[in-house]
């Protein structure tokens, strides 16, 4: 949201409108999607090479798609789902990760919260509740290049040499924060 003038993309919508579960896209696992996944935005704005749509679900555009696979960590550590955004022509995709690596280092996050008994919340006990100044252990995560950490995966991480490759490549939306 830091672009001035910027479009937001919604939440996943499928054809007919009705809105697709955000969560798998987050999972870190390979998706068999039969239905064409739609986009709605709102508010319009000046279109982005990569966007974070609700729910964080990345989507970007060929540009970025093409980069990636010279990059080589197509079908390895991403999946190019096809994707509709409304009002554009040209193609977009969802860029559903496949790896989920548990790699934070709690010790060097500003601050970590877990799902606690008295939050009356069973299902995520012990999961990660917030996690500020995110900081992950370089030795967890080897030479991926593309992945969301492990209970936390609101969170995209690419390498440096992705990062940089975006970088020379001059595309517009996405935000780097060394992690």
């Known amino acids: 949201m830091r672009i001035p003038g910027r479009w937001h993309l919604r939440s996943p919508v499928d054809a007919q409108g009705q ?68 009002g554009q022509s040209e193609p977009y995709f969802v860029l559903n990760t496949l790896q989920v690596i548990r790699c934070i280092d709690d010790a060097r996050c500003d601050e970590v919260l877990y799902w606690l008994p008295e939050d009356n919340r069973p299902d995520k006990e012990g999961q990660y509740r917030d996690v500020s100044g995110l900081r ?22 690419v390498s440096e040499r992705v990062k940089l490759a975006m970088e020379r490549e001059g595309l517009t939306g996405p935000r780097f924060v060394e992690v």
């Open 19 to 86: 809105l697709l579960e955000p969560w798998p896209f987050t999972e870190g696992l390979a998706l068999d999607t039969k239905r064409v996944i739609h986009f709605p935005v709102n508010p319009s704005g000046s279109a982005l090479d990569f966007t974070l749509a609700s729910f964080s679900i990345p989507v970007v555009n060929g540009r970025v798609a093409s980069l990636l696979e010279q990059l080589g960590v197509v079908t390895s550590e991403v999946q190019l789902i096809p994707a509709v955004v409304e």
């Open 136 to 157: 992950v252990d370089p030795e967890k995560i080897g030479d991926a290049n593309v992945f969301r950490p492990w209970g936390w995966t609101v969170i995209l991480i």
